[in-house]
């Protein structure tokens, strides 16, 4: 079955304990992206990644750092996170094969920072 | 820079009539556009998308969207509503260079029974 799936799906945590949230799919798809969702400002783009080793920030970048050494995974990793990141996660992936560009999405990973 | 508006943060619509859930944006050269639903406690799932060709795009669950290139539209519609179709919308968008995407705020429709 193809999916995206994300872990944890539910985290409580600390200010300042170093987290990460790890992200995997099954579809060979080359464009991987974390968003977080917070009531009333939809969905922003924290970082996406185009291939293995490149990765680009989207809009909200400020407190995470990612990396993709491997086309299938994409963690999400929160150094020093702060209450202000206390947010619902989402990993998606897609396919930039002309006519597709389709996003596939995780569960999302609900995460509260104390 | 790219931007995404979903105007209406809640649309009510009684179940058996149409609904029309509004989106505009801005984006540099050609754009592709995209509709998701979330249900509750759920990840986001696609319904539909704009690339190219026909501006009258059909996607899952009866939904359809229309390209509007000169009003810088694509509103999602259905001719009758189901209050299984209750749920939050997001709009997104992505310029036909761009790697970002885009997401609108989202608006949420109640169908009422």
């Known amino acids: 079955e193809a999916q995206v799936t994300q872990n944890p799906r539910y985290l409580i945590t600390v200010t300042g304990k170093k987290l990460t949230v790890t992200c995997s799919q099954n579809?060979?798809?080359?464009?991987m992206s974390w968003y977080r969702q917070d009531p009333g400002l939809g969905l922003r783009q924290i970082y996406y990644?185009?291939?293995?080793?490149?990765?680009d920030k989207g809009d909200v970048p400020e407190g995470y750092k990612v990396s993709r050494k491997e086309k299938r995974n994409f963690p999400l990793i929160l150094e020093s996170p702060s209450p202000n990141q206390t947010s619902l996660y989402f990993c998606?992936?897609?396919?930039?094969?002309?006519?597709?560009?389709?996003?596939?999405f995780g569960p999302g990973t609900r995460l509260t920072v104390l | 820079a790219q931007s995404v508006a979903q105007p209406e943060d809640q649309v009510n619509v009684a179940e058996g009539n149409p609904l029309t859930v509004k989106c505009t944006y801005s984006?540099?050269?050609?754009?592709?556009l995209f509709w998701y639903v979330q249900y509750p406690n759920r990840g986001l799932q696609f319904l539909l998308k704009?690339?190219?060709?026909?501006?009258l795009v059909k996607g899952s669950y009866g939904f359809e969207a229309e390209f509007n290139k000169s009003q810088t539209s694509f509103h999602l519609k259905k001719p009758s509503a189901l209050v299984s179709d209750s749920a939050l919308y997001f709009c997104?968008?992505?310029?036909?260079?761009?790697?970002?995407?885009?997401f609108g705020k989202g608006t949420r429709l109640h169908i009422l029974p």
């Open positions: 998606a992936s897609s396919s930039r094969v002309a006519g597709t560009d389709t996003q596939y």
């Open positions: 704009y690339i190219t060709g026909d501006n």
């Open positions: 984006v540099s050269g050609n754009p592709y």
């Open positions: 997104a968008v992505r310029g036909y260079r761009d790697d970002k995407i885009i």
């Open positions: 579809m060979n798809h080359e464009y």
């Open positions: 990644s185009m291939n293995v080793e490149v990765t």
